[in-house]
């Protein structure tokens, strides 16, 4: 008997460490699933002008307000390259 009792401890001991070793790797994935979330998240922002990092909504009750975080140097900066117009020339038809 007291060999049975040593063989029932040996493989509950096994079990509990391919469950700690099981629960370990679980963890490392939900963890790396997260990260590349995260990281597509910051990717994705950046790509729109970096405005949604330099920007905090937040809503109270039915309104949404948007705090700026920017300086006054880099809200007021020209969007548009020098080689861009930003404005077209308009010239009004007459038609009979």
């Known amino acids: 008997m007291g060999i049975l009792k040593f063989f029932f401890i040996i493989i509950l001991i096994v079990i509990l ?3 700690l ?3 370990t790797v679980v963890a490392r994935i939900v963890h790396a699933v997260r990260k590349a979330f995260q990281s597509g998240n910051e990717q994705q922002s950046s790509s729109h002008g970096g405005y949604s990092s330099r920007n905090r909504h937040e809503t109270y009750g039915d309104e949404e ?3 700026d975080k920017r300086t006054p140097q880099e809200a007021n900066r020209k969007i548009f390259a020098d080689n861009e117009g930003e404005y077209v020339d308009f010239e009004e ?3 009979p």
């Open 65 to 67: 307000k948007v705090i």
């Open 93 to 95: 038809s007459k038609e």
């Open 21 to 23: 070793m099981g629960a």
């Open 17 to 19: 460490m391919v469950l």
